[in-house]
């Protein structure tokens, strides 16, 4: 886990990629990305795998605050913009979205803006960390067992105080020292992170408990009113806008507004982003009703096909063996007759005529004698 520190400490590298300079080179590949943020001098040591492939991982940081914090990288396979989140919290901030998604930092809201940046891994995920460190999130709640429990050992009993409200809703101490880890540290504190919610969660996930979490409770009472005079009440009443003035102006309505925007933003977001893959959604699924009639038309061949295969592999039916055979044999006697008549009118050699004729009526006779063995065997 790094801490923020001086500008001076921090490597040129990352220094340049936080000030949003812009390689000249495009089309960068994914095996690229994934080194420039495994590999990255300020990240490396804080950064691990959370998931069975290569598409999500942790990167653990600390802000000017001291409060620990998980940035979540997910860089899918098949697309091209990473997207983050902050992980293990639930919190406020203008680049944070109702699921905690980093929605505030431009080059990675759309594959376009993530194309035309020319920026790499590494060098965006330091850019976003580094703003979160100077610009800490309001925490209002740890989800994350084991991120509290790193919080506790970093800060003492901070995190118990922040459960039995005695401590600021912020999760902040302004007055604590900024601390600067080294690298034996930061692998220390990585590895008592534990199994850092490894489950296979896409990061845009958000339940309704988790939205339930953040409606705030009904008000036991107003202490505004406590100070009003019985006829500023009573006017209050009267007065239909003065009471919905009133009413706005509340922390607990104040909220509400807050995450019915952040939610609102979070289905337009959502929304956009599923039109970006319309025209893909559409050749795609032009394909594959291509496919459909092409795998209909090489079945029906098939199933004909496989229809004439049963007719010429499956055994004969005996009736129709023995009609077929009773023809034929009918026929080589009519045959056998036409070579005599023909020798009695016409003459010719005796031999070849016997030789004729006895072989058209062998054929007679094997002809009959199989279909009677065929009756008989029925």
């Keep these: 886990m790094f801490s923020w520190s001086k500008p001076a400490s921090v490597p040129p590298s990352a220094a340049s990629s936080a000030a949003g300079q812009r390689r000249s080179s495009s089309g960068i590949g994914r095996d690229v990305h994934l080194s420039s943020y495994l590999n990255h001098p300020v990240l490396k040591p804080s950064t691990r795998k959370v998931s069975v492939d290569d598409t999500i991982y942790d990167t653990v940081f600390q802000t000017t605050s001291g409060f620990a914090l998980i940035i979540r990288v997910y860089l899918p396979v098949h697309t091209t ?29 759309s594959d376009a803006s993530w194309k035309t940046s020319n920026l790499r891994l590494g060098d965006a995920v330091y850019a976003v960390i580094h703003h979160f460190q100077l610009n800490p999130p309001t925490v209002m709640e740890i989800t994350d067992v084991n991120l509290k429990r790193l919080q506790e050992s970093l800060n003492g009993d901070a995190a ?31 590895q008592s992170m534990g199994n850092v919610s490894m489950q296979q969660q896409s990061p845009d996930e958000v ?9 705030p409770a009904i008000p036991s009472s107003f202490p505004q009113l406590e100070s009003m005079t019985m006829s500023q009440v009573k006017d209050l009443l009267d007065n239909e806008s003065s009471f919905e003035d009133f009413i706005q102006q509340t922390s607990e309505v104040a909220t509400l507004n807050e995450l019915k925007q952040s939610i609102m933003s979070a289905n337009v977001d959502a929304a956009e982003a599923n039109l970006l893959h319309r025209e893909k959604v559409e ?8 496919l459909g009639d092409d795998l209909q038309m090489k079945l029906e061949q098939f199933n004909k096909l496989d229809q004439e295969r049963v007719a010429l ?41 016997v030789k004729k004729f006895m072989e058209k009526r062998a054929l007679y006779h094997t002809r009959a004698a199989k279909a009677e063995r065929l009756s008989m065997s029925m």
């Design 81 to 109: 913009a990473p997207s983050f989140t902050l992980h293990g919290v639930r919190a406020t901030h203008d680049w944070l979205d109702i699921r905690m998604k980093v929605i505030g930092y431009s080059p990675i809201l």
């Design 160 to 190: 118990r105080r922040i459960e039995n409200q005695s401590a600021p809703p912020a999760y902040q101490r302004p007055n604590e020292p900024m601390h600067v880890s080294n690298g034996r540290e930061n692998h220390r504190l990585v």
């Design 207 to 215: 339940t309704d408990e988790e939205v339930h979490t953040l409606i």
């Design 283 to 290: 050749r795609q699924t032009a394909e594959l009703d291509s």
């Design 313 to 353: 592999t499956s055994p004969p039916d005996l009736n129709a063996t023995i009609k077929d055979l009773n023809h034929v044999k009918k026929e080589a006697y009519r045959q056998s007759e036409a070579i005599a008549d023909d020798w009695v009118e016409s003459g010719g050699d005796v031999g070849d005529f």
